[in-house]
């Protein structure tokens, strides 16, 4: 109740959902949580792992190289697939494209 009332009031950014869904929050806010959440639940974020920014950039390399010499998308995405699982900590099955 305090994110929906005081807390929201003051200016503060509620965490709660029944905040982001509460008439008064809305109001006061023009509907931006109601308007954003949507948005935030569909939201994807990626992924942490300490080898990933290093999966990004050969992925990135990959995917230019496949596109520029036309290599089959099979392949392309099987080689993503072996550079995401080769750039985590712990084994992940099931990549982009429904695994290698």
Same mark, same amino acid.
């Given at each position: 109740?305090? =994110?929906?009332g !005081?807390? *929201? *009031? *003051? /200016? /503060?950014q509620p965490g709660h959902a029944a *905040?982001?869904?509460? =008439?008064a929050v809305n109001e006061a806010t023009g509907d931006f949580y109601r308007d954003?959440? !949507?948005t935030l639940e569909g939201a994807w974020v990626r992924p942490r792992h300490d080898g990933y920014m290093t999966f990004q950039q050969a992925a990135s390399e990959?995917?230019?190289? /496949?596109?520029?010499?036309r290599h089959q998308a099979r392949q392309v995405v099987a080689d993503l697939n072996r550079l995401f699982r080769e750039?985590?900590?712990? =084994?992940?099955?099931g990549a982009a494209g429904g695994g290698a």
């Open positions: 109740d305090v =994110q929906r !005081a807390y *929201a *009031a *003051a /200016g /503060g *905040a982001w869904e509460d =008439q954003t959440r !949507a990959r995917i230019l190289s /496949g596109m520029t010499s750039s985590s900590p712990v =084994q992940v099955s």
